[in-house]
């Protein structure tokens, strides 16, 4: 157990809707990022917030939008879904912004 | 974007032997990491390497921060069955925040 919660674990919906994932870092983390990893694809890095503000943006498309609220949880939304949006979104944590990262168990979207 | 070249992409062994992979990188990085990722879990954080020459262990598994600070290799010694996996590298860039991720060796070991 990676001391990174995510919920849920499982999200079902249809195309065009809209979904918000959260994610709590390990205690003492103020550093959260999110990936998405696809059917048999590596992890590609969205986005990334540090105590509260975002820090690093990745390919993280338009639709999809993350904040970190001052209790350091985050949430990541993603809008308008399309079948390809389905995939593994995961939340990392790491006590600074540069520090080992540990994940959390990820959340499994699926857009039918 | 930043490319990390993972190889091997997969490997199947013997149970016992011995296993290496590695990760390049086209730009110098400050900090190494590696991962094992089971089938629909999270990564899980093996070794991390944050000096360039810095040799680390982890049981039966070794990794090592290259030199030239572009590359970093794991080694598995007499590997057994829970070992299968996806192992990830991931490395920070000296120019920004963004960790980069390798695009994993799948190893499957035979019993």
């Known amino acids: 157990d990676s001391g990174v919660t995510q919920t849920p674990k499982h999200l079902i919906t249809a195309t065009g809707q809209r979904v918000t994932l959260r994610c709590s870092p390990r205690?003492?983390?103020?550093?959260v990022y999110w990936y998405q990893q696809s059917l048999d694809q590596g992890l590609q890095f969205l986005i990334q917030y540090y105590n509260g503000e975002e820090r690093a943006k990745g390919n993280i498309l338009e639709r999809f939008s993350a904040q970190q609220f001052p209790d350091l949880h985050s949430e990541l939304n993603l809008s308008s879904l399309e079948l390809g949006d389905s995939a593994l979104y995961f939340c990392a944590s790491s006590v600074v912004g540069q520090g080992s990262q540990f994940f959390g168990p990820g959340t499994r979207l699926t857009v039918l | 974007g930043q490319q990390l070249n993972q190889s091997p992409q997969s490997m199947f062994i013997q149970e016992g032997e011995d296993v290496s992979m590695n990760c390049t990188s086209s730009?110098?990085?400050?900090?190494w990491l590696w991962y094992k990722q089971d089938p629909g879990e999270g990564p899980v954080l093996l070794i991390a390497?944050?000096?360039?020459?810095e040799l680390t262990s982890n049981g039966r598994l070794t990794a090592q921060f290259g030199i030239t600070r572009k590359d970093s290799f794991l080694n598995i010694s007499a590997s057994i069955p829970s070992d299968v996996g996806i192992y990830f590298c991931a490395g920070l860039s000296n120019t920004g925040n963004q960790f980069y991720f390798g695009t994993g060796t799948s190893l499957t070991v035979i019993p």
């Open positions: 205690s003492g983390d103020l550093s």
């Open positions: 390497l944050y000096k360039a020459g």
């Open positions: 730009s110098i990085f400050n900090t």
